[in-house]
Each structure stands twice: as structure tokens, then as C-alpha cells.
């Protein structure tokens, strides 16, 4: 067996244990590849959310014009939500036998 000198398996043990060092932190510290896969999986979700969100403001910035712009979508807001019933329009009230029980 040859004998190596004692600098150059120093120098050999550093370098294993610094390969081990960053090997452990790719696979377990903080920028892991399990930590970016969870990451990327909130990003997924919270990007799911805003497109909601988004969709949500824009029904919401489309009725805000159609109130800006005419009267027809307050005559349906008023006749929804409380009951308008024009001038010379007969109103019927037609109950269900069944949910009446």
C-alpha cells in the first residue's frame, strides 16, 4: 500500500466533508429542493386565488359601468333586491303548495 503524505489527505478530508456540507444543504437546508417544491406549490395556489380575485373584480368593475352608464341595472338592482314594481304593472305572488307546508 502507498503511504500518501499527511498535507494531501488533509487536503482530500476537506474536501469530502465540504462535498458533504453543501450536498446536505441542497437536499435539506434552506433553498432545498424540497423547499422550492413547496415554494412553487404556494405560488401555484396563491396564483389560483388572484385569478379568482381577479375575476371577481372584473364582474364587479362591469357592474360598477353599467350602474355609471344607464338606469337599467338599478331598475334590476331595485327590482331584485326590493321589490320595485312600476306604476301601472300588476304584481302576482304565486305560492308553492308544497314549500307552503
Known sequence: MVKRPAGRTLLLAVLVLAILGL???LWFGEGSLRHVASLRKQVAALQAE???LADRNRLMSADV???KEGLDK???IARRDL???R???TFYLVLDRDAAR
Open 23 to 25: 450536498q446536505a444543504r
Open 50 to 52: 388572484n385569478d379568482t
Open 65 to 67: 359601468e353599467d350602474l
Open 74 to 76: 338599478i331598475e334590476e
Open 83 to 85: 321589490g320595485m314594481i
Open 87 to 89: 306604476e301601472g304593472e
